[in-house]
């Protein structure tokens, strides 16, 4: 399994060149252009040796970070420093000036907004003189722990039980790659790794997951659904796998390069749906397997731990089929 150790991927370039189309994007409201793929691949790509690099399922949540926290592991949730009104109205001006030829120069103390005091920036962030360096979009991608029974981050809370220090986690079953497993995995196995927090509450929910009277989500480490059969690495190919494989019925595709570096496509660089009605990951069973007999667990009796410990050992015919109760 890749592990991201940290990082917030700045904007994962795409494997071809793209283009911008004058039409409203359908992956972002109020976008009023579309950003597709060539038929070119980008030099990033051919850099990164992509024909070398592992491709993983793109999967669409929110972006979170293990890391020690107050000496114990902790969950993160991603949090990206902002510039404030006045510099945001500056950066917008300059990026539409027709003769931006110089860098736009970040005062970071002055032009961004407060962050809290436990806040940390993503660990590939550059600095000069000392300061951080914004992104292309002027952000500071950075991260915040998530506390226990957290409001602000109610959902990412209810996948963490810092008592046992443990996760809930999907990911393939070890000994049976076709089926799905939702476990509680100790916090410590996850360590300086980023996953993808997917659910109910989450991102429209795109594999409809739960209910809102019970909801469900969980943790999937990033890489952790490698591509067997991947197509030839070309627009035409690609397009076909994604329109017409079964386990085209993705996001998008991200490559780990043996660089380092990620490169993704997804469906709507080559003018492509998402969401859709029927996704690859809920075309899988799941097992639930929750250790109780390993670790000994009393969970409290509201948690979705709990919940889940009264279907331990069941097998589901895919993850929309999981219905929970209280």
């Known amino acids: 399994m890749m592990r991201r150790l940290g990082s917030v991927q700045r904007k994962m370039p795409c494997v071809f060149v793209t283009e911008v189309i004058d039409e409203p994007s359908a992956k972002r409201e109020h976008q009023p252009f579309k950003v597709l793929a060539t038929e070119t691949l980008s030099n990033k790509a051919v850099d990164a040796d ?3 690099a592992i491709p993983t399922e793109k999967v669409d949540g929110t972006c979170c970070y293990v890391t020690t926290y107050k000496d114990k592991p902790y969950l993160w ?3 990206d420093r902002k510039p404030n009104k006045q510099a945001e109205k500056r950066f917008k001006n300059f990026q539409h000036s027709k003769e931006n030829t110089k860098e736009f120069l970040w005062n970071v103390e002055e032009d961004f907004k407060p962050v809290p005091e436990c806040w940390i920036p ?3 962030i550059e600095q000069l003189n000392g300061n951080l360096v914004p992104d292309e979009n002027g952000h500071i991608p950075g991260w915040v722990p998530v506390e226990k029974n957290s409001k602000q981050y109610c959902w990412h809370s ?3 039980n810092y008592e046992f220090e443990v996760a809930l986690v999907l990911r393939h079953h070890p000994d049976e790659p076709e089926v799905l497993e939702i476990s509680a995995v100790p916090l410590s196995d996850l360590l300086e790794q980023t996953l993808e ?8 929910n795109p594999y409809g997951l739960g209910s809102k009277k019970h909801p469900l989500h969980f943790l999937i480490p990033h890489g952790a659904f490698q591509i067997r059969d991947m197509p030839a690495l070309n627009h035409s190919d690609l397009l076909s796998w994604f329109e017409g494989c ?6 998008g595709i991200v490559w780990h390069c043996s660089n380092g ?9 080559l003018g492509l749906c998402w969401p859709i009605s029927e996704t690859y990951m809920n ?3 799941v097992t639930v397997n929750m250790n109780l007999n390993k670790y000994h667990y009393a969970f409290d009796t509201k948690c979705l731990f709990n919940q889940l410990s009264k279907i331990d050992k069941q097998k589901f015919g895919r993850l929309k089929d999981i219905i929970l109760e209280i």
């Open 50 to 52: 992509i024909h070398s």
């Open 77 to 79: 949730a991603r949090l």
């Open 122 to 124: 993503a660990k590939e």
């Open 158 to 160: 209810s996948v963490v």
């Open 197 to 204: 927090l997917v659910g109910t509450n989450v991102n429209g």
């Open 246 to 251: 079964r386990e085209g019925k993705i996001e």
């Open 261 to 269: 570096c990620l490169i993704k496509v997804h469906r709507h660089h």
């Open 283 to 285: 075309s899988k069973p």
